[in-house]
């Protein structure tokens, strides 16, 4: 207890203080997050993504690593989530709801915070490429499961197309193939927009989930959380070798992979109208709950 206290108040509590504000905003003066969901999403995001890859720049070997590992955490989580759903013979939409919310989850806001508080700017880069895996995953395998089908490949591509971080990924690996280097008149607005990202993200974490409304359902709640809570983390350590995730890679990939279920989980489901107040509620609660297994989880990682 002595231990994760501290690890609780250094690593977490700064995350929730943000996102409180953001909360706050939200409750008090009544701030619409869609605005700056946009700029954190088409500004912010990418430019921290580009910063990383060009300051700390990953080899191939750890590039593929980290995709590989990204992949196929969505993946058991989805098949997890599957399965347990098949078993309770839920009802349709609940048991697209329930595969949604675990396999989205919130490596952005939270997880490059919790990264780079807890493991430095390093891990920082290990955990931007997880990122930004799995937001090109959820806006594909994701917007496939939220639709049913009822949206074309075509149409998939074009949310694919839509994402700017698959292109500060790409533009960052060109620039260290080419071992390019950006004039200083650039190089120093591309970093005070990165700087922006990490409070961005977590202002409007808290914003989003003081928008969000909420519909409880014990045992589905349950499910879908207990999978991103518990279920992820033990996944991830458990195929973390697979890949070979070492040092701060492995510290990167198991906390990303440990991330409650993303706000983009609601998007997708209202969208697709796959119950959005039931998913909401599960990102809300694990939000809230993550806490009780990243604190552990720090203390097990060393942080």
Not at 24 to 43: C, E, I, Q, T, W
Not at 57 to 74: C, E, H, K, V, Y
Not at 93 to 117: E, P, R
Not at 257 to 263: G, L, R
Request: glycine share 8%.
């Amino acid at each position: 207890m002595n231990t994760l206290f501290p690890l609780f108040l250094n690593n977490l509590f700064p995350i929730l203080l943000v996102a409180g504000i953001g909360y706050a905003l939200g409750r008090l003066l009544h701030v619409d997050p869609k605005s700056l969901s946009r700029v954190v999403f088409y500004v912010f995001s990418p430019f921290l993504i580009f910063e990383l890859l060009i300051t700390s720049p990953l080899s191939n070997g750890d590039i593929f690593r980290i995709a590989g590992f990204a992949t196929l955490q969505m993946l058991l989580c989805g098949a997890l989530a599957f399965l347990l759903g098949k078993v309770l013979k839920l009802e349709r939409k609940h048991f697209v709801a329930i595969i949604l919310c675990s396999v989205t989850v919130n490596a952005g806001n939270y997880g490059l915070s919790l990264t780079l508080f807890a493991f430095g700017e390093t891990a920082l880069a290990h955990a931007s490429l997880y990122f930004a895996t799995t937001a090109i995953l959820t806006y594909t395998f994701g917007v496939a499961i939220a639709s049913m089908g009822s949206m074309s490949f075509k149409q998939s591509i074009r949310q694919l197309i839509k994402i700017p971080t698959v292109y500060a990924v790409v533009l960052a690996l060109l620039f260290t193939k080419f071992d390019w280097a950006l004039p200083l008149p650039l190089e120093r607005p591309v970093a005070l927009l990165a700087d922006a990202a990490i409070p961005g993200m977590l202002v409007l974490l808290g914003l989003q989930l003081q928008h969000s409304q909420r519909a409880w359902d014990l045992k589905t709640v349950s499910i879908a959380g207990g999978i991103r809570l518990l279920g992820g983390p033990l996944l991830a350590i458990s195929t973390a070798g697979v890949f070979g995730l070492q040092g701060v890679a492995y510290k990167a990939g198991i906390i990303e992979a440990s991330m409650p279920s993303a706000v983009l989980a609601t998007v997708l489901a209202t969208e697709f109208d796959v119950k959005p107040a039931f998913v909401t509620t599960v990102v809300f609660i694990t939000t809230v709950l993550s806490p009780l297994t990243l604190t552990p989880l720090l203390a097990y990682l060393g942080a």
